[in-house]
């Protein structure tokens, strides 16, 4: 149980380009999810938490128009990087809680930008 | 906002050793303190939890300790094996529901020597 999925887990793309990162607990339903952003050989920093039904809370320093942040339903939350540039690329990862309030991973997206 | 500090950066053991990862942490409202194991390039694991109601916790080879006094908190890994060799994070959170994103220690590289 608690398994979570993340598509896609690997992007590419051009600077000024749009990406969207979809996050889906697959096995149980999440009204919390969480976005995380990992540079290479460092610690996962948070930057939103998604609740369903509302809108995201940022933690500070992450821009909320940069990051746009859906959590549409109570599996699936979307995280879409606006006009990408080349030091957003970075590993994303999302988390969703599960039952007694434990986080479980999704494997990561790598995003480069070019 | 809470800091989490965590030593050792990387941690050398022979196999059939213990090994200790220990963290502070500032904020004393926090109470859900996870640990989490990740392979190079992969998802981080939840390994085992504990909450602030409680000072020790075991699972098999695995064990964690709380000193919410002193805001302390450790990982014990008894019999160390070759698959034991990984990242290992420790975290808090504000609430014990979980609903709380994590703020992560630094990571302890942790080598198994055979």
């Known amino acids: 149980g608690a398994v979570v999925s993340q598509h896609p887990s690997r992007v590419i793309c051009k600077s000024g380009t749009s990406v969207k990162i979809e996050c889906r607990s697959l096995d149980f339903q999440a009204t919390t999810m969480f976005w995380y952003r990992q540079f290479p050989k460092q610690s996962l920093m948070l930057m939103a938490t998604s609740n369903e039904g509302s809108k995201a809370t940022y933690e500070q320093g992450v821009e909320k128009d940069k990051f746009l942040i859906n959590h549409a339903s109570l599996t699936l939350s979307t995280l879409t990087v606006t006009s990408a540039h080349p030091e957003d690329s970075s590993f994303y990862i999302c988390s969703a809680r599960a039952l007694a309030g434990r986080q479980f991973f999704g494997p990561g997206t790598r995003l480069t930008v070019l | 906002g809470e800091n989490v500090e965590q030593h050792p950066s990387t941690l050398s053991v022979q196999e059939g050793d213990s090994a200790v990862i220990k963290c502070t942490y500032s904020?004393?409202?926090?109470?859900?303190f996870p640990w989490y194991k990740q392979e190079l390039g992969k998802r981080p694991q939840l390994i085992i939890d504990?909450?602030?109601?409680?000072g020790e916790k075991k699972d098999q080879r695995i064990a964690v300790t709380l000193n919410k006094t002193a805001k302390h908190f450790s990982l014990h890994i008894t019999e160390t094996q070759p698959e034991d060799s990984a990242v290992y994070f420790c975290?808090?959170?504000?609430?014990?529901?979980?609903?709380?994103?994590?703020?992560f220690g630094k990571g302890t590289h942790l080598i198994i020597q055979p």
């Open positions: 904020d004393s409202a926090s109470n859900y």
């Open positions: 975290a808090a959170s504000g609430s014990g529901g979980g609903a709380d994103g994590l703020t």
């Open positions: 504990i909450r602030s109601n409680v």
